[in-house]
Structure formats: C-alpha cells, structure tokens
C-alpha cells in the first residue's frame, strides 16, 4: 500500500535554517554534487519553444559528456518542462531515446521533421494538447491542481513518472534518512534522481499583489530534489504580517499545516499533510514553474481557476512563525526572473552557461530579461546584479555574431552585485557563456532545400522565435512536430559547435 492510499496524516520533515552564515547547501553533502558545485547551466522560460530549445541543448551536452561536469541545472518555465522529466527519467528509458538524435543539418529530412518517437520527450511536446487536460481536471474538480496536473499529463505521464502517487526525493541515501523518521513511510512512495544527473533547481514565485513597497509583491521560490522555499527571509510579507522565507524543508512535507512545536535541535518538524490530492508531487513543481498566468489571474480575482496554491509556513532561527498555514497564490519565477540565473548565483555558482531561449530576435529587441539584470531599466529593478556598463559589450557581441551569421554567444567575466530580494551576496566573479535562441546562417546553409526553403514561410515564419502562447492558435500552447522538431536541432547544434568554449568552462 503506498503513502497516499494510506492517507498519512503526520510525517516528521527536515527543515533548514537559510538565515544562519555561512549557509551551507544541502546538495553540498553528496560528494559527486559539491566536487562540481561551481559550473552550472540555467535554461530559461519560454512555453514549448523553450522546453524544444532545453531539448535540443541537453541533447548536445549529453552527446558531448558534460552532464557529469556540471553541478547544477537551474530552470524555468518551459525549460523546466524538460528538465525536470530529464532529471526523473526512470533508468530503463535509455537517454538517447528521450533526448532523441543527434543530427548533421544535412541529415534532416521534412519527412523526419514530421515523425515522433512516442518514446521521445520531442512526441509529448508536439502532442501537449494542455486546453483537453485542462477540461478533463476541471470535470474532475480538481481545484488548484488542474492545471498542474494538466502539464503532468503531458510532460511526465507518458514516460513513467505517475507524480499523483509518489513524493520525489533525490537519492537512496537522503531518503533513507526521510524513511528512518517515518517508519510509514516506504522507499516505493519517492521518486529518486536518476543517477549522475546535475542538481536540480526549478523556479517559482510566491504572489503577493496586495503588498506595498517595500514588501515584495514577487517572492522567488526555490523547487529542488531535497527541499523548497526561499532562500532569504522577507520579513512581515505574507498574509497577516507573517514571515515568508529563510527557511528550507523537504518537498514532500511542504503544502501541509504548520507544526504545533518548534522544530528539535536537527531541524526536524512535525507536520500534518493535508489529503491525498494536495500532496506536493512532479506535477505541482512543473505547474508552479509555468504558470505565467497566474499572476494576471490573481490580481483579476479569477485566482480560484485552478492555477497553483499552496499552504506555506516557515521556521526561522528555529521558532515555527507560521504554526496555522497560510495558502498563498504561486507563479512562473519567469515572471520576475525568466533565465533562471539567479539561483545559481545564490550558491556562488562560478561558471555558468545562460541559454536564453527568447522569442525576441536580436536584429528588433533584446530578450526582455536580460536588460534588468545589468540594471537597464525600471522594470524589474530587484534584479540587477551586474554593473550597467556591461551591457552595452554583451548585447553588441551577439548581435555582432548574428549579423556575421554565427550563433548568438558571448563569453564574459561579470562582477556581482548584492541583491537582497533573492539572496545575492555581492563582491565576486562569475564567468558566464550567454547563448541567445536566433537564426544561424550557416546552419540554415547546410539544410536540405526542401527544409531549408520552409523556414520563414507557413508555420515556420517566426522561426525560431515561437510564441509562448498560441503560436497556433487555437491551442495555448501546442507546437507542430516540425516546428519542436526543427527548434530541437538548430539549439542542438548551436550546443555542438560551442564544443571547445564548454571545455573550458567545464574542466
């Protein structure tokens, strides 16, 4: 019988107190993790044209061997519509089957462009039919789980990973430790990383419309393998003046009533999770990470139209300050941060590879995430983080290599800048590899005529720079076989072809 037909009501979850400094990450215990700690890749959001895209580039870096160099994945939205499958992928579905193949341009055919491997992540992005899901939870009642439940279906489901009965965890060894305080517990209740993978981290945000400055109104939230939350405390900015942040716990307890005590010396809390339906599962951490509207839909009133919401309490300095849980509305981290970049520096992440999957072409405007970062405009000024003179040199690189037909990168030494929002210490380097989703001449020159003659035409006209949403209306977010197919390789070999550059920031 598992956990959830069992209906466990108290499990005693691990909490970890983020305000203590130093901080010390809990993946940092696993020996393999902490030996590559300091090279990263952040895939950032952007619907199915980004999940397409991140299919495309964890392709190459497979295909090159760098998966086992890199310590961390850090994703959003779309990009994490992959990434976390990829992350889960049960071990007897072979990667090359998931990832699909690794093709020459001259080897890609229109009648290839129009197939699917059923098996293959490319099939369930070409048939992510999210509107029917949708409807089908809805008739289900299935509240604020629908529309995560809804990308369940089309990301997780179809290759093994039933995240309505299992919790997920990271390896044998941190859940033995969870099944060594919850005797009711059973290793078969968790869905485990599969070995070798980078560490995980999806973003999401707390909403909170109603706060006024200096309240944040967007409170990033972290979705890891071994705990949630938000790194950094923001004091008095959840509902009744409570706290939100500054406190980690492990997933499988998050969503539950607070703990009647405070937790004991180890950080361990007692916890009573709610029923079977609102257990945080797969499907709640791909739901939280792409629900960009839901935002725009609470601050309308329409937040009951089942977009994520979860019960949220916090320990700090070892006192519960939210023992009666609060359910607060949760969205996209895209809608403040959509290149999943800032995680990565939270951690002091020294290298770090950007692929900006944008649906912005250089030649008009730049991705609208990347100015914020170098302090360029008033939107979304709690991001800056690097100093504004830099910015004029990144974005004249890569429009340079775009206009010389090579592919959209630029490599830079950055220094950061404290960011109290999200937890950003200040006063250090990171070497960073920006790659931008654009058209490569000199890819396009070596396609068959018959795929290369379609590009710019019909469905592919905005290629590569899909919609997020309704590029082939009416489906939200639905792309053709050829459209995902076609986006897959040209990010795939844009990967490739940076071969010599990753070496090097990967040794």
Known sequence: MSIFESRLKYVNVQTWDTTTRPFLFPEWSDPDINRRRECGVAFSGGGTRSASATL????????????????????????????????????????????????????????????????????????????????????????????????????????????????????????????????KMQATDFHLVRPGRPYLIA???????????????????????????????????????????????EPFGFDSDGPEKKPDAQGVANVRLGAMQYRFTLSDVIGTAGAAPAEVLDRIGLDWIGFPEFKYWTTCNGTALNRRAKEYEFGDAGILENLGIMPLLIRKVKRIVVFINSNHPLENQICDSLPPLFGQTPDFSDNHVFDSAEYGPLVGALRAACVAGKPAIHRATHRVRANNLHGVEGGWDVDVLWVYNERVPRWEEQLRPAVREGIGRGSLGNFPHYRTFFQNPPAVIDLSATQASLLSHLACWVTIELRDKLNEMFP
């Open 56 to 183: 495309g580039q964890l392709r190459a870096l497979n295909h090159l061997g760098l998966l086992r160099k890199i310590g961390y994945i850090s994703c959003v939205s779309g990009g994490a519509w992959t990434s976390v499958p990829f992350t889960y992928l049960p071990t007897m579905w072979p990667d090359e089957t998931f990832l699909g193949p690794v093709l020459q341009p001259g080897e890609i055919t229109t009648e290839h462009l129009q197939q699917t491997d059923r098996n293959g992540f490319l099939h369930a992005i070409a048939n992510s039919v999210l509107l029917d899901d949708f409807i089908k939870h809805s008739i289900r009642l299935a509240g604020d789980e629908t529309y995560a439940r809804s990308l369940g279906d089309c990301f997780l489901t179809p290759f093994g990973i039933d995240s309505l009965q299992r919790f997920f965890g990271y390896n044998e060894a941190s859940v033995g430790g969870i099944l060594s305080r919850n005797e």
């Open 203 to 249: 973003g999401g945000l707390v909403l909170r419309n109603d706060n006024q400055r200096p309240r944040p109104r967007r409170i990033p939230f972290e979705m890891t393998p071994r705990y949630v939350g938000s790194y950094p405390c923001h004091g008095q900015s959840g509902s009744g003046n409570r706290d939100i942040g500054g406190c980690y716990m």
